[in-house]
């Protein structure tokens, strides 16, 4: 398995248990962000996890230097490792070159979360790269599996799982509140907000002017309302040393009701989730297993414009007028209640026991033969 961030990693994490759990030989290959320090170094959680990792490939730079530091490391090792299979999971640029690295070491790939939508970020393109480099798809949504299918690949080799990161939801052991005040040292009583903005690469809005006008929608809820807020860093889809630096004075403005943190790992992230009024920001975790776990979400700006969601999510753009409304709505009592009901599109029965029945029943070879329909 490939992983390169905090979030993927959470989201592979049981498939990877419930490969081990049906004896197959499971060795992770950490990337990119999980080696930064500045990111949480979050290569810690997969040794944690009791996963290794067996090899890491460092990155360094933007985002063009990262894919081909991936595209370099991984052919490397894959060439001496020699796995079956490589899986992946979703649109990142260092997962890219871990893909690329596969198709031209021989290596066939897995690819999860293919044939979804976000047109407000280069990710689309890269999803739909890695998807034509892959042998079997492990996609979300009928609806996805309906996109890769019209991409030409065999319908026999798209399966439709459900989200990995709804079973993580429903399923995770979590934290009590005062595990998890006592594991951040913040106090978590009152309303509670968790914000994540990262980059959308394709939005012609600057990042650092949203998560400013995120901020100052924030500010009149923290002096109205008491409001506490835990922000996450945002990933290194651009150089994020701006806006984490933001985020860090405006913690500093109010240190009682403001957290930072650079990761949150998968056990205190769902934990937070108990315990919070709404997520707000642009992270496709605010439309997959939010949801789940039935409090609203807050999407701002163009980054997740085209992704499924359920009626717990609302859209908003990313000025501070519009930022504000949307708070007030998710916010709001009615709202809460709509979200407590509102079913969600990302749901299935066991998705990590899907994908490890799907790929242990499956030989691989090196250079697999792919086959490709029209529809």
């Known amino acids: 398995m490939a992983t390169g961030t905090r979030a993927d990693w959470g989201l592979l994490h049981p498939l990877a248990e419930e490969l081990r759990r049906r004896e197959a030989d499971v060795r992770i290959i950490a990337t990119n962000m999980h080696l930064m320090e500045e990111c949480g170094l979050t290569v810690n959680e997969i040794a944690q996890d009791g996963f290794g990792p067996d090899a890491t490939v460092p990155t360094a730079g933007r985002a063009a230097d990262v894919t081909s530091d991936a595209l370099r490391g991984f052919s490397n090792i894959l060439s001496d490792m020699k796995p079956d299979l ?174 930072a943190i650079p990761s949150l790992g998968r056990i205190r992230y769902l934990s937070l989730l108990q315990f919070c009024v709404a997520v707000v920001g642009n992270s496709s975790s605010g439309l997959v297993e939010v949801p789940s776990v039935h409090i609203p979400t807050l999407d701002i700006g163009r980054r997740q414009h085209g992704r499924e969601c359920g009626e717990s999510v609302v859209h908003c753009g990313s000025s501070r007028e519009e930022i504000a409304r949307g708070l007030e709505l998710v916010l709001s009592d009615a709202f809460r209640r709509v979200a407590a009901s509102a079913p969600n599109p990302y749901f299935k029965e066991n998705t990590p026991a899907i994908m490890a029945a799907t790929i242990l029943s499956r030989e691989w070879h090196p250079y697999p033969q792919k086959k490709f329909y029209s529809i």
């Open 86 to 259: 490589l899986v992946v999971l979703g649109d990142r640029f260092e997962i890219l070159g871990a893909a690329s690295g596969a198709l031209l070491t021989g290596i066939p790939i897995a690819h999860i979360a293919g044939g979804t939508i976000s047109e407000g970020a280069f990710d689309d393109s890269i999803r739909h790269a890695i998807t034509k480099m892959a042998s079997l798809h492990l996609v979300e949504t009928e609806r996805c599996a309906q996109r890769v299918r019209q991409m030409g690949e065999n319908p026999e080799d798209v399966i439709v799982c459900g989200a990995l990161g709804v079973y993580n939801a429903l399923n995770a052991p979590l934290m009590s509140k005062p595990e998890l005040e006592t594991s951040l040292g913040f106090n978590l009583e009152g309303k509670v907000v968790l914000a994540t903005l990262h980059a959308a690469t394709l939005d012609p809005i600057p990042p650092i002017e949203q998560l400013s006008n995120l901020m100052a929608a924030l500010e009149v809820m923290i002096e109205r309302e008491n409001l506490k807020i835990v922000f996450t860093y945002p990933n290194n889809d651009v150089d994020s040393r701006q806006l984490t630096d933001t985020i860090e004075k405006f913690r500093a403005r109010f240190p009682k009701n403001v957290l």
